[in-house]
């Protein structure tokens, strides 16, 4: 299979995730959506790296998990701190640091 | 063991217990604080004798030992090491330090055991120990200085012991503020030497003065005056003195340890330590022996009409000390740390023997509602006489023999010091005099409500407890006095400690019987070897006509008192109304603190104020930090709209961001 097709799929997938970051105003499905860009970009990682035949694209695809992995740790507790405070999980409303 | 080691486990001792006290304060119970501080302080003295027994097996000329521990800091023209400096000055300062700590400790373990603050109480008093030691140790000036401020804040923390008590944090305040005026003066006297001399090691410093200042040099009269400015605000000289009468606000075992045996002579300490520059500046010498002579007649004449016990005797350690300053400050220095020795003993016991009347009263201090304990307390009755005795300097207690060698050694100096001799021989008189007052008060005449209920074998509690200074309603949530409180005489600790000074206070004087024993100038005798005064041959006549006129001014003053309070009841009050202007000039302590506050305190308040009104709200407020606000609001106002909050907005702006990036990218390549 070409790697056209694998960047393909890698566009449609972050497409999909950038829409929903703009679009949604749950911050959970917000976070969920980050995580289908960075899979995306994941993606397209090891498709390279199967095309050079070069490991560094898969170890890089590893960091970007980890990172990952970071990311939710920290959403996830800002949204359960938000939920205990009563507050609501909504981006839109969360707008208290406007200028 | 070496003297050096000896001299790092004095130190060591007590920093161990403060340290241990701080860290089980949560978990120690009972007594056991109490235990665990004295014996740091005693394994403290069995060191200091250690280091006695080592340096006294030396010769002569090699009894100045220093050792350092480390280096601070080393740079061109400064070097500074933690190093102690063990001669015989600091080993009989260690001593008396050491000693009449442990005897406090003990007392206190008794004293205070109905204290909610027991263990601070103890971790407190053993930081003290370990501050003053530091300080007498000390081999260079800038472990000096640390010492002496270290003692500051000791004192500072055990005046304001009871924080809830509004007087005793003021006074607390108050003794720190002139303490640190006078470590100003201290560190500026230093850096005048360090500049002159190039080193801060004492010894060197000693060595080098002589070739460096001619006699009289200005600078080292002026370098000599600021050091003596340190050296009367810790020891409550006029005018740095209005923080001791104040400090009594504090426990009484902190009062007997701290403002009259030990701390409040580290000024005298001083000046003998620092001797071979002293005695090449004779002007700061004649400031320091005037000083002494007015604050010793001052004082006497306010411990006269003083009403509170504890207050009587804090005028009268002033007095005491005003002698040592003006002996030491002359150059009678054997004399002066003679007095020292002994006033630390008689006048520990009269403190403990007043928080023994205290506690007897139920924490009441005026002299007008007591009286009549003679019976009931034998032992404190006794204590009080016999410290009263040797404050009074009545043959054969110790304080005879140390006052009438001060005055023997200004007599002996000639020219104007007989002025000074004439006017210690008053201060003599007056101390009889108010030392018998206090007794004749305290223990004779009628039986007040808490001797009597005493006398029926029950211990007086107040039903509730007023500040003895403010009469405010004490919160006794935080210490004595306390629902369980005890009388020195009824807890076997607080007699063994008054006991022991007790047998001191009266026997101490056969040291130094001028010529028949003279152990105190003997030991001493290699630190003040480059002293001209230090034993001198002795003009017998000279001595034993003063030896007769002290103990003649003693007894005159005992019977004095003994006829005005005991004799005809009623003289004190016609004595008051003859004199009603003199009597209200001393009952107002010489207006010294309104002078001081009109002089000092209200000109820097008003300043303050002032300059909170122009500089800080206007020129700071107004100017400076409004200014750099609006600055920041008219710069930003063009982007501040773009900040919208909307995190759907931020992240449409990233991908439109990101994607007109690559698209130029892209139409480029």
């Known amino acids: 299979m070409s790697i056209g097709w694998y960047l393909t799929v890698s566009a449609i997938i972050f497409a999909i995730g950038a829409a929903g970051v703009m679009t949604k105003r749950n911050a959970l499905v917000i976070l969920l959506c980050l995580e289908l860009m960075l899979n995306a970009g994941n993606l397209a990682l090891v498709a390279f790296s199967r095309m050079w035949g070069n490991i560094d694209g898969q170890i890089f695809a590893m960091v970007v998990l980890v990172v990952a992995a970071c990311e939710v740790t920290v959403g996830l507790g800002l949204i359960v701190a938000l939920h205990r405070r009563d507050l609501p999980v909504d981006a839109d409303e969360l707008s208290e640091m406007r200028g | ?669």
Request: charged share 10%; with cysteine; net charge positive.
């Open chain 2, 1 to 669: 063991m070496s003297v050096q080691t000896y001299g790092w486990l004095v130190l060591a001792f007590p920093l161990a217990g403060t340290i241990l006290l701080g860290l089980l304060r949560p978990v120690l119970s009972g007594r056991k604080a109490g235990y665990i501080g004295t014996l740091a302080i005693l394994l403290s003295f069995l060191s200091g004798l250690g280091a006695l027994n080592k340096l006294q097996s030396q010769p002569e000329e090699s009894r100045q030992v220093v050792s350092s521990l480390w280096t601070y800091a080393k740079t061109a023209g400064l070097d500074a090491q933690l190093s102690i400096l063990i001669d015989p000055l600091s080993i009989f300062m260690i001593l008396i330090v050491a000693g009449v700590s442990t005897l406090i400790h003990l007392y206190s373990t008794a004293y205070l055991a109905s204290d909610e603050g027991y263990v601070r109480f103890f971790a407190y008093l053993n930081f003290f120990v370990f501050s003053m030691l530091t300080l007498v140790l000390a081999g260079n000036l800038i472990l000096l200085i640390v010492g002496w401020g270290l003692v500051g804040a000791a004192s500072y923390l055990l005046i304001s012991f009871w924080y809830r008590r509004n007087t005793a944090t003021k006074a607390g305040i108050k003794a720190f503020v002139i303490n640190v005026v006078g470590d100003v003066g201290l560190v500026l006297g230093s850096i005048l030497i360090l500049q002159q001399v190039g080193s801060v090691d004492l010894l060197t410093i000693f060595h080098k003065a002589p070739e460096v200042f001619h006699s009289n040099d200005t600078t080292l009269v002026v370098g000599c005056l600021l050091l003596m400015v340190g050296a009367f605000a810790k020891s409550a000289q006029i005018p740095f003195h209005t923080w001791l009468p104040d400090a009594m606000e504090g426990p009484t075992p902190v009062s007997a340890l701290i403002h009259a045996a030990t701390m409040v002579t580290a000024g005298v300490y001083l000046i003998a330590r620092m001797h071979p520059l002293f005695q090449l500046a004779p002007t700061a010498q004649n400031v320091g022996a005037i000083v002494g002579a007015v604050t010793l007649i001052v004082a006497a004449t306010i411990g006269l009409v003083v009403t509170d016990l504890k207050r009587v005797i804090a005028y009268s350690t002033m007095s005491q000390i005003g002698y040592m300053i003006m002996a030491v400050s002359a150059g009678v220095y054997g004399a002066g740390l003679f007095h020292l020795m002994t006033h630390a003993f008689f006048k520990a016991l009269l403190f403990m023997a007043a928080g023994s009347v205290i506690g007897a009263m139920a924490g009441e201090q005026s002299l007008n509602k007591m009286g009549g304990f003679r019976k009931v307390m034998p032992i404190t009755y006794g204590c009080f006489i016999v410290g009263g005795l040797a404050l009074s300097g009545i043959p054969p207690f110790s304080g005879f023999f140390s006052k009438d060698d001060i005055l023997y050694g200004m007599a002996s100096l000639g020219g104007w010091h007989w002025i000074l001799y004439v006017a210690g021989y008053v201060g003599a008189l007056m101390t009889a005099v108010y030392t018998f007052r206090m007794i004749f008060r305290a223990f004779h005449g009628e039986q007040c409500e808490e001797a009597q209920s005493l006398a029926n074998g029950r211990l007086f509690h107040a039903a509730e407890h007023r500040n003895p200074g403010d009469g405010t309603l004490e919160d006794t949530g935080v210490g004595y006095p306390g629902a369980k409180h005890h009388i020195a005489e009824s807890s076997p600790a607080m007699a063994i400690a008054m006991g022991t000074l007790a047998v001191l206070a009266t026997v101490a004087g056969v040291i130094q019987l001028p010529h028949i024993t003279d152990t105190l100038d003997k030991f001493l005798e290699p630190t003040f070897s480059d002293s001209p005064a230090f034993m001198k041959a002795i003009d017998y006549k000279l001595l034993v006509i003063g030896m007769i006129i002290g103990a003649i001014v003693g007894l005159s003053g005992i019977a004095l008192a003994w006829y005005i309070w005991i004799k005809k009841p009623g003289t004190s009050a016609k004595i008051q109304a003859r004199f009603s202007g003199l009597h209200r000039l001393f009952s107002n302590k010489w207006y010294f603190d309104e002078i001081i506050n009109a002089i000092i305190v209200r000109p820097f308040a008003a300043a303050g104020r002032f300059f909170q009104g122009t500089v800080e709200r206007v020129a700071i407020d107004g100017g400076i930090t409004a200014g750099s606000v609006s600055i920041a609001r008219v710069s930003s106002a063009a982007v501040r709209s773009w900040q919208s909050g909307m995190l759907r907005a931020y992240a449409a702006a990233v991908v439109v961001g990101t994607s007109l990036l690559v698209l130029y990218f892209f139409l480029n390549s």
